[in-house]
């Protein structure tokens, strides 16, 4: 039943982080489908790959197989972001509090806490990653909140939400490949480790959530690197 729960749940909060990054950005219609399709094209590879068998565990012997996914998809949005400037500033066109909002639904850290509870997931990983990502999500509940009421917000308190956000993600990641279980380089050795993360539904976060946040955590510091720590920020519309 949990992982029922979590293909929607983590299907839905793909859908989300791709109708706020591409439906808002400003650019022409044409580009904004053929930016959809390819979001559902790699959704369908992803549970092609997971579900025909040609990623199970093991298979890239002593390499986490989940690696793979989010490598690739983390190289082509950054590659995108330095090498092609449309897709730079499609990003940046995205206002600010669509860019945290993304963020939001990483509330869903609480399945990591809910695995590590059953037995699925081992420390340290399931408690770091899970209680990061819902400090983070629910941080960022809480400045869109702060805007929507008229309360007015420094762009100090942004940096700082931005950053810890960002670090989260680069801790739960080092944490995960350190408790991969059949590395060479395993440090974390009690539990049954990550290895549920490499299975559907879990690999839809490595495969596309995480990629896609760290890159507009990198959006969100690149908007914010011109505006003074001590500014207000009155609506984040930009």
Not at 85 to 100: C, E, G, K, N, Y
Not at 155 to 184: I, Q, R
């Amino acid at each position: 039943m949990l992982d029922i729960v979590a293909a929607i749940y983590a299907t839905a909060y793909f859908a989300a982080q791709m109708g706020l990054l591409i439906g808002l950005s400003q650019v022409r219609g044409v580009t904004k489908l053929a930016a959809f399709a390819s979001a559902a094209a790699w959704l369908a590879i992803v549970v092609g790959a997971y579900t025909l068998g040609g990623l199970r565990p093991g298979v890239l012997g002593p390499v986490p197989v989940n690696l793979l996914p989010f490598i690739l998809l983390l190289a082509m949005l950054f590659g995108s972001w330095f090498l092609l400037p449309r897709t730079r500033h499609a990003l940046l066109s995205v206002p600010m509090p669509a860019l945290v909002a993304v963020h939001a639904g990483r509330v869903g850290g609480l399945f990591f806490i809910i695995l590590y509870f059953d037995g699925r997931l081992s420390a340290p990983f399931a408690p770091a990653a899970g209680i990061g990502d819902m400090i983070t999500g629910a941080v960022a509940l809480l400045l869109l909140a702060t805007v929507a009421l008229g309360f007015e917000l420094r762009s100090l308190w942004l940096k700082v939400w931005n950053a810890f956000g960002a670090l989260d993600l680069m801790v739960a990641l080092t944490l995960a490949v350190l408790s991969a279980p059949g590395t060479p380089f395993r440090v974390f050795t009690e539990g049954p480790g990550t290895q549920i993360m490499g299975t559907l539904p879990w690999i839809f976060v490595p495969a596309m959530l995480v990629p896609i946040d760290l890159l507009v955590h990198f959006a969100i510091a690149a908007k914010l690197k011109s505006v003074p720590s001590a500014t207000r920020v009155l609506a984040m519309a930009n």
